[in-house]
Antibody, heavy 113, light 112 residues
Framework: EVQLVESGGGLVQPGGSLRLSCAAS????????MYWVRQAPGKGLVWVAH????????EYADSVKGRFTISRDNAKNTLFLQLNSLTVDDTAVYYC??????WGQGTLVTVSS | DVVLTQSPLSLPVTLGQSASISCRSS???????????LMWLRQRPGQSPRRLIQ???NRDSGVPDRFSGSGSGTDFTLTVSRVEAEDVGVYYC?????????FGQGTILEIK
C-alpha cells in the first residue's frame, strides 16, 4: 500500500523558515517524480514544486520561486520542502503527492506574528 | 499558466440522480506524446484529495463505475450516476500536460 506521511509543519513568524518532510513507502520511490501541493484555509489546491526521479530537475510555482527548495533522498525514501522567507500568504496545508494518484494527509504551516 | 474553469461551482443533487461537472481549459491539453493529462479528483471534508479519473476517462482502482469522464481538447466532463451520500465533497479537475500543473476552482457536490 502506498503511504505518504508529511511532517514538519507548525507556527512560524513572517520571514521565518521551516523544513517539511514526506516519508514514502509502498512503492519504488526513486522511480517517480514527486510534488508538493498546498491548500490555503477554505481555498483550492495549488501546485508548489516538482522534482524529477533522480533529483536533477526541479520546478516551482512562480509564487514560491527563490524562496522554497524541493529535494529528495532516494536512499531514505524521503521528500523535502525547505520553506524560507515565509509570508502570511504561505499559510496552508502542504501535501506531498506522487503525481496525482497518491496523497499524504498533509501538514499545516501557519505563518503569523 | 493553463486556466481550468469548472462549472457549476455548487451542485445540489438528489440521491439517486445524476450529476455532471464541466471543466474547460484555456488551451488544448493534448500532450506531445498524444495523451491528454486531464484528471478528476475528489476531496471529502477534512480529507486529502483522491484521484478518481486519469487521462480524461480512465477510472482509478477502486472507483465505482458510477463515475465517468469524457471530453477532448479543451472541454471535459465528469458524470456521477446514481449519486450516493458518500459522493459529497469538492471535485477538482486537474491538468498535468503543462507545468505548472493547475487545478480548477472546485465544484461542491452536496445532497439536496
Amino acid at each position: 500500500e502506498v503511504q505518504l506521511v508529511e511532517s514538519g509543519g507548525g507556527l512560524v513568524q513572517p520571514g521565518g523558515s521551516l523544513r517539511l518532510s514526506c516519508a514514502a513507502s509502498g512503492f519504488v520511490f526513486s522511480s517517480y517524480s514527486m510534488y508538493w501541493v498546498r491548500q490555503a484555509p477554505g481555498k483550492g489546491l495549488v501546485w508548489v514544486a516538482h522534482i524529477s526521479r533522480d533529483g536533477s530537475a526541479t520546478e516551482y510555482a512562480d509564487s514560491v520561486k527563490g524562496r522554497f527548495t524541493i529535494s529528495r533522498d532516494n536512499a531514505k525514501n524521503t521528500l523535502f520542502l525547505q520553506l524560507n522567507s515565509l509570508t502570511v500568504d504561505d499559510t496552508a496545508v502542504y501535501y506531498c503527492t506522487k503525481g496525482s494518484d497518491a496523497w499524504g494527509q498533509g501538514t499545516l504551516v501557519t505563518v503569523s506574528s | 499558466d493553463v486556466v481550468l474553469t469548472q462549472s457549476p461551482l455548487s451542485l445540489p443533487v438528489t440521491l439517486g440522480q445524476s450529476a455532471s461537472i464541466s471543466c474547460r481549459s484555456s488551451q488544448s491539453l493534448v500532450s506531445s506524446d498524444g495523451n491528454t493529462y486531464l484528471m478528476w479528483l475528489r476531496q471529502r471534508p477534512g480529507q486529502s484529495p483522491r484521484r478518481l479519473i486519469q487521462i480524461v476517462s480512465n477510472r482509478d482502482s477502486g472507483v465505482p463505475d458510477r463515475f465517468s469522464g469524457s471530453g477532448s481538447g479543451t472541454d471535459f466532463t465528469l458524470t456521477v450516476s446514481r449519486v450516493e451520500a458518500e459522493d459529497v465533497g469538492v471535485y477538482y479537475c486537474m491538468q498535468a500536460t503543462y507545468w505548472p500543473h493547475t487545478f480548477g476552482q472546485g465544484t461542491i457536490l452536496e445532497i439536496k
